[in-house]
């Protein structure tokens, strides 16, 4: 059970959302202390808000700008482009060997817990597939919000068990980030075998 | 609309403004963007002069690439997304001299500018307040601790955060839902204690 209390600080915009999010809350009763924490992470972020760079600042980041933008004027166009090139052929090489000894080093640790790097074409499925389905999870999380506040019951078992498993998959966006798929399968409680 | 109120020029128009070099549209930008930007940044660096370092040097960045800013494109997703990734660069460069959060609220970031908060006993209370959304954040790991800050802190719309992160809306949804629930998870044991 989610605090809709909370809920309703955390989304303070929700009018900025697309309507099938758009969620009305209302007061909590028992879980006050979640919802004083962001009113508490509100207020320090409004003081935060509330200070200013010092002046100083204010006025050498202007000055900055205004000096760029005058070179942007006055600089030929063809120089940037070139100090680009030459720096991208520098850097190139440089940032592939780097890249290659990174993983290098990182494929032999993570071979010995039973880890392989993922491909780019796998990394690329697993994010667009992880991003797909958090996606609908957040959509149909709005759903049933609103389902629930409008008086119906509660998720039937068979669809609690689905959103559940679908939950176990985005975590598997961790390996995801790290670039790593399991070599060896998973367990039922999701350890390597 | 009242007399000498201007229109509220849309973000599009003034980078495109920028761009045919008109620097009084760049002090509505800096104006409208800097202090979310501060605070967002602070609090991911822990540190106010770093933190005014790398806000300016956003800006900066924004000018000297003026060309290939596309002004139909969030610009504050991109100047968000540019501060996100310096402080993420100078963490990494410091991360043996002081770990994040540990001077999170030692500048005094969390006084309201002129705060309702009067009187030792109140005083007392808002700092014990702090002392708990500090341990709280820095128990977060840092993705969701990042998604707060910019949202609490930064004054982001949820579409605004999706843009900063490169993450579906979907994506942004579920992870502030799982946030809450593993706060409230947190406070609670907390509480028991």
Known sequence: MRCRKAMRVLMRDAGDLPGEVRVHFDECADCCRLSEFLAGLEQAGAGERARDLSAEKIR???????????????APAAAPAWGLMRAAAWSLPVL?????????????????EGLRPAG????????????????????????????HLAGEPPLPADEAESLRVDMELCALRLVEELAFIPARPLDDSGRLR | ??????????????????????????????????????????GLVSDRGLAE?????????????????DPDRSVSGWLFRVARNRAIDALRHRKFEVLPGDTYFRDGARQPATGPHEGPAARMMEAEMQADIRQALDRLPDKDRDLLLLRFFGELTFEQIARVLRRPLGTVLWRSQRILARLRLQLKTENKR
């Not at chain 1, 780097?98 to 494929?107: D, E, P, T, Y």
């Open chain 2, 53 to 69: 370092d790398i806000v300016q040097e956003c800006f900066a960045e924004m000018a000297r690439r003026l060309d290939s800013l």
């Open chain 2, 1 to 42: 609309m009242n007399e000498g109120t201007k229109p509220v020029e849309s973000d599009p128009d003034l980078v495109r403004r920028l761009q045919a070099g008109d620097l009084t549209a760049f002090d509505v930008l800096f104006e409208k963007y800097r202090r979310g930007m501060l605070g967002y940044v602070n």
């Open chain 1, 96 to 112: 592939a060997a780097l890249a290659i000894g990174v993983m290098f080093f990182l494929s032999r640790g993570r071979e010995a």
């Open chain 1, 120 to 147: 780019p074409v796998e990394v690329a499925r697993l994010d667009a597939e992880i991003d797909g389905l958090a996606g609908t999870l957040g959509r149909d999380m709005a759903r049933f919000t609103e389902q």
């Open chain 1, 60 to 74: 050498s980041t202007r000055l900055q700008v205004a000096e760029i933008l005058a070179g942007r004027r006055t």
